[in-house]
């Protein structure tokens, strides 16, 4: 696979792709496993918290993690098939507001996690350069196939580092 470029992706996902060292599927195939023992450190009884009143549980940013996932690896799946159609946004607090992302077991996610991963990794790696580098647009934003893998990845380490920063070490107990 090709070195990622800039004009790949739009400034707005550069966080999240700089968060991506080495090879990008490197990091998605080790999120297997990282991920999923970083959730289970998380106290079962902590799954509702919030470090503010604004702000999502600890199990709706998780839930969140998913489905932008889905919805990332869905927008590369049309762009690979040549499906220009310009994809709409996603508002994810409506997605928060109408999930019942609370009522759920740490292990529901972590499963609903690793069966969502391996099945983006087997589509993505089916993926040849020709359709890694097409491109469409997506929230009036230009965008790559490719680009979504390091989105996708490291949209995952920018909300576990917020969960691990704001969440999991500011709590008192």
């Known amino acids: 696979m090709n070195p990622l470029k800039s004009e790949e992706y739009p400034a707005i996902y550069t966080d999240y792709i ?5 090879p990008v599927f490197d990091k ?3 999120q297997l496993e990282s991920f999923p023992d970083f959730i289970r450190t998380i106290p079962a009884d902590q799954g509702e918290y919030t470090y503010d009143e604004e702000k999502w549980s600890i199990k709706e940013v998780l839930c969140h993690i998913l489905d932008t996932e889905r919805i990332m690896a869905y927008r590369a799946l049309r762009f690979a098939r040549n499906d220009m159609t310009e994809l709409a946004a996603f508002e994810q607090e409506i997605f928060v507001q109408n999930a019942r992302h609370n009522e759920r077991s740490f292990e529901s996610i972590i499963k609903e996690f690793i069966h969502l991963r391996q099945s983006n990794l087997a589509m993505f790696e089916s993926f040849d350069d020709i359709e890694l580098e097409r491109k469409g ?3 009036g934003r230009l965008i790559s196939v490719k680009a979504f893998l390091y989105v996708i990845a490291g949209h995952l380490i ?3 580092l917020i969960l691990q920063e704001r969440y999991l070490n500011n709590k008192s107990n």
């Open 158 to 160: 920018h909300h576990q």
């Open 18 to 22: 700089e968060h991506i060292v080495g």
């Open 137 to 139: 647009m997506a929230s």
């Open 28 to 30: 998605l195939h080790n």
